[in-house]
């Protein structure tokens, strides 16, 4: 059946390509509302590879289209491809008259780590926007996770202090936004303070995925503050938010094996969610999250077994990843197995690239101030 609508839908939109492109638009909303919940992102790529193949000469015209595409796009993931079709569009729309297209850049860029490169491009357009203007807010958002992956949170709080002093800021969709990003950069218990507003926001708009986001932001903040069983009725809660989605699957199921490990628990079925987290990650930085939740699980099982694999994981996602706070947890959960296993060499390597990192992870940070004090 999958494989007869795969067909069809692929047929439909070549007729539409080609004979009636303007009205292409109305079928790609039905490929976002009701197919796109039903097909991996590899097969509704199929669709929209083809669609491109099919218009990419008619950019200028069809902007509306292409838009739609990198919001498709960029919501599940498939940020190489959507950058893709980012690029083709460059050459049509011109980027500094159009804020869409500067802030969809700007947006995939952070989603792709090219962090470095989006800080340019921010610099470059930060002036000539208009401040008080959604563009200007919204630069500004994006930008914090690209400066907080380069471990750079007094630039975060540098743009925090400065959007609090624009007053109109505070009655903005973007606001909303801005109180769940504040746990990248604040202490958990002042951005749980945000992330708890933020959902409330969300609630009230009707927005059932931004909702859910928020929800599994205050669900993280919560349980690292210790309280493990309303992290986990957050996180069911999102997931039944996000039950039509494919956006956020592997954050539900990643975050809800974090929270029963904390709890002291240590089944397969937490193994079972890691994997069913890793099919759907995409970016390295959520990859990697598995991975040390893995390695926790590991170490309550005594499963060395399982290490080389993991190890392998680490190594090849390390390098693709900027943010060393990640780095960082994988180091310590690595000498902390090894520790257990009885290998001191190798604990003793891991020790000392976790703890010579130190800075870069306020978790492991706190972890070493308590075990020298």
């Not at 498939?78 to 969809?104: R, V």
């Not at 380069?150 to 969709?173: G, P, Q, V, W």
């Not at 936004?177 to 992330?195: C, G, Q, S, V």
Request: proline share 2%; net charge positive.
């Amino acid at each position: 059946k999958e494989t007869e609508r795969d067909y069809a839908w692929l047929i439909l939109l070549q007729l539409y390509a080609t004979y009636d492109p303007y009205k292409i638009q109305t079928l790609l909303s039905e490929i976002s509302e009701k197919i796109i919940k039903q097909l991996s992102p590899v097969n509704t790529w199929k669709y929209l590879s083809l669609l491109i193949n099919e218009t990419k000469e008619n950019i200028g015209s069809l902007e509306s289209i292409y838009f739609q595409i990198l919001q498709i796009c960029f919501e599940i993931e498939l940020y190489n491809e959507g950058y893709s079709c980012l690029c083709l569009m460059e050459k049509s729309i011109n980027i500094f008259t159009n804020t869409k297209l500067l802030l969809f850049k700007s947006m995939y860029l952070s989603a792709l780590d090219r962090h470095h490169e989006n800080i340019i491009l921010y610099e470059k357009f930060l002036p000539l926007l208009e401040i008080n203007s959604r563009a200007y807010f919204n630069l500004n958002l994006i930008v914090l996770c690209s400066f907080r992956s380069l471990n750079d949170c007094s630039k975060c709080l540098a743009i925090h202090d400065e959007l609090f002093k624009k007053r109109k800021f505070m009655n903005t969709y973007e606001y909303s936004i801005f109180m769940r990003l504040t746990n990248i950069y604040l202490p958990d218990n002042k951005a749980a303070i945000y992330a708890r507003k933020s959902i409330l926001t969300f609630h009230k708009l009707g927005n059932n995925v931004q909702e859910a986001k928020s929800m599994i932001t205050y669900a993280k903040l919560l349980s690292g503050l210790g309280y493990g069983r309303k992290a986990n009725k957050l996180i069911l809660k999102a997931e039944q938010l996000l039950s039509d989605k494919y956006i956020g699957r592997h954050m539900i199921y990643s975050n809800q094996a974090a929270f029963l490990l904390m709890q002291g628990k240590s089944g397969d079925n937490i193994w079972f969610l890691l994997n069913q987290a890793e099919s759907s990650a995409i970016v390295p930085y959520d990859k990697l999250g598995i991975v040390v939740n893995k390695l926790v699980w590991c170490y309550e099982n005594r499963r060395y077994d399982l290490l080389d694999l993991l190890i392998a994981k680490t190594n090849h996602l390390i390098p693709l990843e900027p943010d060393e706070h990640i780095h960082v947890l994988i180091y310590y959960n690595l000498y902390l197995i090894y520790q257990q296993k009885g290998e001191h060499v190798l604990a003793s390597k891991y020790y000392d690239m976790a703890y010579n990192n130190r800075d870069k992870c306020k978790y492991i940070k706190a972890r070493f101030e308590n075990i020298n004090s």
